[in-house]
Every structure is written in C-alpha cells, then in structure tokens.
C-alpha cells in the first residue's frame, strides 16, 4: 500500500523547532530511523536461482541510484548491471529457462500498460518483446521443456479482455495463442506449456472454472462458484496434467485447496483450515508435484504434502527467526531461495540445498536497518459492535511505556485484500515517530473466510467504516491511545476509509491521510481501467450497483461535513483510482474553506513506486502528524521537499 503526506518550508521549520526540546516521553524512543534507510532503494532485494542453479539474479540500486538487475555467479563476487530503467526502479524479475537470460515487466509513470521485456546477461542488451503502444502485457507462464518461448496475457486486439500469445524467444516472434471468449479474467497452463483451464467471471459476480482436455478440444466448466464463494484461483495442474488444484471456498467457510478430476470434475480437499484461507502452494520444479501449501492465520505457516519435503521444512523453519516463503528454486528441484520475514528487522535471504540439507546465507535487503532499534508487531483482536471478531496487528514505540499513545490507524487497501504479521516499513517509521500503530482486517479482508469477507457486502460507509470507529475505541479503552490524538491513514481502498471516516464521522478523527483514494464511487467505477471488464460484476456486487447507494457511500457529497486536517497524495496517471477522484474532493473542500493539503506526483501511477517521491512525501506526513499528534519529525532535506507538487 502507498503511504502518505505534504507540508510547507516555514511549518517544517516550526515544527522542527519545536520538537528540538523532547517531551519526557520523546526522550526515551530511540535513535531516529531515517526516511531514506525505511523508504529508499533496499540494498539487494528479490533473488532469483538460475534454472541450472549456477547463477544469483537480483534487485539493486544502479550507479544514478534507479533499481535495476543484477547476476553474479553463486559463491562468487563477479556481480553486474544487466538491465536498468533510467527513471522508474524495476520491481519485479524472472529468469528464462535457458539461464543465460531475464524477464521482467516494466510501465511508464505507473500507467501499469506493463511491457514484457528480456534481457541477454552476457551481452545486456535489452528487448521489448511487446513493443505495443497503449497495450498492457503480463508474463503468463514459463517453462524449462520449452526454453525459447514464453506465454505472455496481452490485450492487444481488445483492451477489454487478455488474450494469450506465444511469444518466440529467440526470434521475438509474437503469435495469438488463445483468444479470448469475452469473459476469462485469468489463464493456466499445463506442464506442456498449454493453456488448458481459466477462470471465467460471470455477469452475476459467479465464476466458472473452464478446462479443456487438449488444445483442440472444446473448453467445458468443470466447476461454477456462487458470488458468496468468494474469489477462487486456480493453482496449478498436477504433474500428470490430469488434475487441477484451485484455492475456493465452494462447500466450506474457507477457502480450500482442492484437487479436480479434470475427466470427472470430481474433486477432494488436499488442505483446509476452518478459519483461514489456504494461499498459495510449492511446487517442485523437477516432479511439477505440489508439496506444500501455506495458510496465513495471525502468522504466515505452511502444511506439507509430500513426506519427501518435511525434513527439509523442519531444517527451513529452525535455520532463521522469522516467518519463511519461497522465492525461486533451480529446474532440478534441488536449490530454493528461501526468503525470512520477521516484523523488527529486514528480510534475510539464503540458498538452501536440498541435496546436502545446508543453506548458505545470500544477504540481507536492507543492512542499515540492522544499526537501528525496531518495534515488534503483535497480532491482536478485538470485538466489533455486532460482536464479530475482528483480528488486527498492533505496533507500539519503544522505549516508552505504551499507555494514552498517539495512534495512527493505518488502513489497507483493496478492500479485498489483508495486513500480514511481518516487516513494514510504515508502522516502523510512525512508532519509531512515537505514535501506536493499528492495522485492522476490516469485514470484507481477504484471508479469514467467505463469511468474513461477505459481510462487507455493500459496507463501505457502514460496517466497514464502524469496523475502524471500533478499532480506535478498541485501542482507547486497552489505555493504548489518547482518544484526542487519533489519525488514521491509508492508501487506495484506505484512502477510501480515510475520508469515509472523516466525512461520516466527522469527531471521531483528529486529522487524515489519504493517498490515492477514490472520493465518489460512482466516478470510480466510470473510470476504472478497461481490462477490468470481466471484474465489474465483483464491484458492484460487493460495493454497490445503484447510482444513489454509492452516492450515500461516497464521501464526496459529505466533504461539508470534513472538519479535521487532511493530507492527500495522488499519482497523476493512476489508471485505477483516476486523479480526478482527489481532484474533485480537493476542489469540495476548497469551496467549504476547509484545511486539505493536495500533493501530486506527475510521474507515479496508484501508489509511488519512486523512493524520492515516497520519501517527500513522507517528509510530509511526519510534519502533518506531528502538528495534529506531537510525535518526532526527522529535518527535511532540500531534496524532500514537496513545495513544487502541491496542487
């Protein structure tokens, strides 16, 4: 999630001025985290095994400080530059089966119409291989058989619906694969690189999961899921390519994993937890078998499938503190990147071999985090008004005694979506400011069952919003918060939240921070990205599918009703919550002499991808919250200003 905030020159230098004599209880929080360690460039991040397990792919910083690819030989120091933006950091990597290669994605200003590009390591030179204007392309499947090509889902010849392309490798030949229907909102390809079951959604928000027994067979559904299902997804075929595994709460509260008879479309459960939704799964690269699924109650866990796996797990969980997942494994199956997340200190990544059972350390993303004093994050619940439990995360600052707090109430987005147990760079920078920190997983969070996530059916101004009202009284009546310094903060559906609460509950708030959050539903819903089509059904099912109802949930026929300080962060090309919805909020408060700050970033989408312009921003924040909360403010460098985006 994005995160937030603006200020001025002369109010930085107040601020900063009066904060030079701590308070007694500011005396005792730890050294000052800088923004630039929390929100600048990690040092390496996002490894990657090579297919043949010779070689390390990564993240990093180039030499203009922009996130590009590296490779360097495991247990070797010959690391180098193969791929790098000028402007916009990379953010995501994949290698292609033939090692000598890397994949990645990449937008322009966060238009997110991505283009798949591949990169020759040896050489550098790098290639557009969906060089289509306007056109958003995402990899779609790889596979070592079939080293020279790649699957890639582009909406090409309709910017409504993703077709499926066979994309040449060595040539750059693109050819049309699968077209699609009209109504495949996802693909999944067998273990012959073959797109043999999607994921259809239907006009009455239901979804039908569609398989075909070979490419020139006629599709047919094997399963239908009512609305109330929630959201399925299939995984993956077995290795035989007889079965389909698909994550869905069909016939139970949570969402299973289960296997279909892709012949009979008889299916059994393989996982299942009572409570909370089965994730993702593992999969051997060599055997294509599933041997492991994780499930993420208050911590992320894993069930194991295959016996031959357990002893590796056991060896995985006890080589490092922390919660654990997969990054990448070699084709053989035997090396994995194991990536370990823990909440008060950066992510550590090592190499395991599954052949000798050892893991050799590969580095840690962010090592000046290590210098500093870190909060721990612990998961709490409490009890909504119509007596639903509601779980949540609680960050508190050290070094001072945690009793009548200033709190921020930090609000994810989606909504369909949840916080997870882990480092955050957010809830870090604000206790380490010296403010609580709340994370509630509101009704309508994905993660903790249909029922949960169905009864934020139509609640985004009602049960929804009363969810975070009893959160912050939660927080009061623990003696956590003071119940006058209470600011609540969120990015996309958060943003949403934020000026819901201060809209509709005007006192409840002592001020707001809103970043790339919509303010009219209905101007939402108009503008939302064209290959969203077969998700619309979803929208309107959960939000609303009247005009006047989601005018009554909109907060911009209430912005008269705004009485406490807002900050709020928009990315000009956001394609998903349309600059127009701040535009029009701003413009509501502006005519009612309300106090809003409006800061926008012309080369950032939903969210800011660019360290500097997160890092303004949150210069921004710290001043904006330490007016209305009193808690620390690091000095603003003349880098971070924010002076020329305030709109």
């Known amino acids: 999630m994005p995160s937030p905030h603006p200020l001025v020159a002369a109010l930085l230098l107040s601020i900063t001025g009066m904060l030079l004599t701590?308070?007694?209880?500011?005396?005792?929080?730890?050294?000052?985290?800088?923004?630039?360690?929390?929100?600048?460039?990690?040092?390496?991040?996002?490894?990657?095994?090579?297919?043949?397990?010779?070689?390390?792919?990564?993240?990093?910083?180039?030499?203009?400080?922009?996130?590009?690819?590296?490779?360097?030989?495991?247990?070797?120091?010959?690391?180098h530059l193969v791929a790098s933006d000028p402007v916009r950091p990379i953010r995501n990597l994949l290698w292609q089966a033939d090692s000598h290669h890397v994949l990645f994605e990449q937008d322009k200003n966060g238009d997110e119409n991505?283009?798949?590009?591949?990169?020759?390591?040896?050489?550098?030179?790098?290639?557009?291989?969906?060089?289509?204007?306007?056109?958003?392309?995402?990899?779609?499947?790889?596979?070592?058989?079939?080293?020279?090509?790649?699957?890639v889902?582009?909406?090409?010849?309709?910017?409504?619906?993703?077709?499926?392309?066979?994309?040449?490798?060595?040539?750059?030949?693109?050819?049309?694969?699968?077209?699609?229907?009209?109504?495949?909102?996802?693909?999944?390809?067998?273990?012959?690189?073959?797109?043999?079951?999607?994921?259809?959604?239907?006009?009455?928000?239901?979804?039908?999961?569609?398989?075909?027994?070979?490419?020139?067979?006629?599709?047919?559904?094997?399963?239908?899921?009512?609305?109330?299902?929630?959201?399925?997804?299939p995984q993956a075929f077995s290795a035989d390519n007889k079965s389909l595994y698909v994550t869905t709460a069909f016939d139970f509260n949570a969402a299973r994993l289960l296997r279909y008879d892709v012949k009979a479309g008889t299916f059994n459960a393989v996982v299942s937890d009572p409570v909370y939704d089965v994730g993702g799964v593992l999969i051997d690269a060599r055997t294509r078998n599933v041997v492991a699924a994780n499930v993420e109650r208050d911590r992320n866990e894993w069930e194991v499938l295959?016996?031959?796996?357990?002893?590796?797990?056991?060896?995985?969980?006890?080589?490092?503190?922390?919660?654990?997942?997969?990054?990448?494994?070699?084709?053989?199956?035997?090396?994995?990147?194991?990536?370990?997340?823990?909440?008060?200190?950066?992510?550590?990544?090592?190499?395991?071999?599954?052949?000798?059972?050892?893991?050799?350390?590969l580095f840690v993303s962010r090592p000046q985090l290590q210098q500093y004093t870190l909060a721990s994050m612990t998961p709490v619940q409490y009890q909504a008004r119509d007596g639903l439990m509601i779980h949540a995360y609680l960050t508190l600052p050290v070094g001072v005694d945690?009793?009548?707090?200033?709190?921020?109430?930090?609000?994810?987005?989606g909504p369909w979506a949840r916080d997870s147990w882990g480092y955050n760079p957010y809830p870090q920078w604000l206790a380490n400011r010296g403010y609580a920190v709340l994370q509630?997983?509101?009704?309508?969070?994905?993660?903790?069952?249909?029922?949960?996530?169905?009864?934020?059916?139509?609640?985004?101004?009602?049960?929804?919003?009363?969810?975070?009202?009893?959160?912050k009284a939660?927080?009061?009546?623990?003696?956590?918060?003071?119940?006058?310094?209470?600011?609540?903060?969120?990015?996309?559906?958060?943003?949403?939240?934020?000026?819901?609460?201060?809209?509709?509950?005007?006192?409840?708030?002592?001020?707001?921070?809103?970043?790339?959050?919509?303010?009219?539903?209905?101007?939402?819903?108009?503008?939302?990205?064209?290959?969203?089509?077969?998700?619309?059904?979803v929208f309107t099912k959960r939000m609303g599918d009247?005009?006047?109802?989601?005018?009554?949930?909109?907060?911009?026929?209430?912005?008269?009703?705004?009485?406490?300080?807002?900050?709020?962060?928009q990315g000009l090309h956001d394609p998903r919550v349309n600059v127009r919805e701040s535009d029009q909020i701003v413009a509501a408060l502006r005519k009612a002499n309300k106090d809003v700050e409006y800061v926008v970033f012309p080369d950032e989408g939903h969210g800011f991808a660019r360290p500097e312009n997160n890092i303004r921003f949150n210069a921004a924040t710290e001043v904006f919250l330490a007016k209305y909360l009193g808690g620390r403010v690091e000095k603003a460098a003349p880098s971070e200003t924010i002076d020329g985006f305030l709109k």
């Open 474 to 537: 939660w927080a009061v009546s623990q003696g956590y918060a003071d119940p006058k310094k209470v600011c609540i903060m969120g990015g996309s559906y958060g943003g949403y939240a934020t000026l819901a609460a201060l809209a509709f509950s005007p006192t409840e708030f002592t001020c707001g921070i809103d970043i790339v959050g919509p303010s009219n539903l209905n101007t939402l819903l108009a503008s939302i990205p064209p290959y969203w089509k077969t998700e619309r059904a």
């Open 22 to 79: 701590p308070t007694a209880s500011q005396a005792e929080l730890p050294t000052l985290i800088p923004r630039s360690v929390l929100f600048g460039n990690p040092q390496k991040a996002s490894p990657m095994v090579s297919p043949n397990g010779k070689l390390l792919a990564y993240l990093a910083p180039d030499d203009n400080g922009v996130l590009g690819i590296w490779v360097r030989t495991i247990g070797k120091a010959d690391d």
């Open 153 to 233: 889902d582009m909406n090409k010849r309709d910017k409504t619906l993703f077709d499926v392309h066979r994309i040449n490798l060595r040539t750059g030949a693109d050819e049309l694969d699968v077209q699609n229907p009209g109504n495949v909102s996802g693909w999944v390809a067998d273990n012959d690189l073959q797109i043999r079951a999607a994921l259809v959604q239907n006009p009455d928000a239901s979804s039908t999961i569609i398989v075909r027994d070979d490419t020139k067979s006629p599709w047919r559904p094997i399963a239908t899921y009512s609305p109330e299902d929630g959201f399925a997804a």
């Open 402 to 413: 945690p009793k009548n707090l200033p709190l921020v109430l930090l609000v994810h987005g």
């Open 306 to 361: 295959d016996p031959a796996y357990a002893a590796d797990f056991a060896t995985i969980k006890a080589l490092h503190p922390g919660d654990f997942s997969f990054t990448s494994q070699s084709d053989d199956g035997r090396h994995l990147v194991v990536q370990y997340v823990v909440d008060d200190g950066p992510v550590n990544y090592y190499e395991y071999d599954r052949g000798t059972r050892a893991a050799t350390f």
């Open 114 to 151: 991505t283009h798949v590009y591949q990169a020759d390591i040896q050489s550098k030179t790098v290639r557009d291989l969906t060089p289509y204007p306007g056109v958003k392309a995402n990899i779609d499947s790889i596979d070592p058989k079939y080293p020279n090509t790649l699957l």
């Open 546 to 569: 009247s005009e006047e109802f989601l005018n009554t949930q909109s907060p911009l026929f209430k912005a008269d009703k705004i009485t406490a300080p807002l900050l709020i962060g």
């Open 440 to 471: 509630p997983n509101f009704r309508g969070s994905t993660g903790y069952g249909k029922s949960f996530l169905n009864a934020g059916d139509r609640q985004w101004a009602g049960t929804m919003h009363t969810d975070l009202l009893d959160a």
